[in-house]
C-alpha cells in the first residue's frame, strides 16, 4: 500500500483528534498532549495542500490562537522540559504556565531620570 500526501493528511487528523481527546480527558497530562498536538499540526503543515490555517481551524474546530499556541508549545518543547526538570513534574505546569514560560518578555517602559 502506497502512502499519498492525502493518505498521511488523514492519519495525521485522525492522530490530532486523538490528543486533543486525551488532552481534555486528562488535567494531569494536558500539557505533555498539547506538545504532541502542536508538533502533529506542525507534521500536517508541511504534507496539507492548500490553505493549512483554514483546513486546520474547520477540521479541529478550534481558533487560529490556540492552533498557534499548540504550535508554540511544541517548538519550544526543550525551554519547557528544562523548566519542568527545575519545577518538579509535569503536572505542576498547566498548558497556561507553560505558555507564560516561553513568552517574550513584556516591555518595560524605563522611567524618566530626572
Known amino acids: 500500500m502506497t502512502t499519498t500526501p ?3 493528511v488523514s492519519a495525521l487528523e485522525v492522530e490530532i483528534r486523538h ?4 488532552m481534555h480527558a486528562s488535567k494531569v497530562s494536558a500539557l505533555e498532549h498539547a506538545m504532541t498536538v502542536g508538533g502533529l ?3 500536517s503543515r508541511s504534507e496539507h495542500k ?7 481551524e ?3 474546530e478550534m481558533s487560529r ?13 526543550a525551554l519547557i522540559d528544562e523548566r519542568v526538570k527545575h519545577a518538579g513534574h509535569l503536572e505542576d505546569l ?12 513584556k516591555n518595560t517602559i524605563a522611567s524618566p531620570a530626572g
Open 94 to 105: 498547566s498548558i497556561r504556565g507553560a505558555l507564560s514560560v516561553i513568552a517574550p518578555p
Open 41 to 43: 499540526l506542525i507534521k
Open 65 to 77: 490562537q490556540h492552533l498557534h499556541s499548540f504550535i508554540r508549545l511544541a517548538e519550544n518543547r
Open 50 to 56: 492548500g490553505d493549512w490555517i483554514e483546513w486546520a
Open 19 to 22: 490528543e486533543l481527546q486525551l
Open 6 to 8: 492525502a493518505t498521511l
Open 58 to 60: 474547520s477540521t479541529f
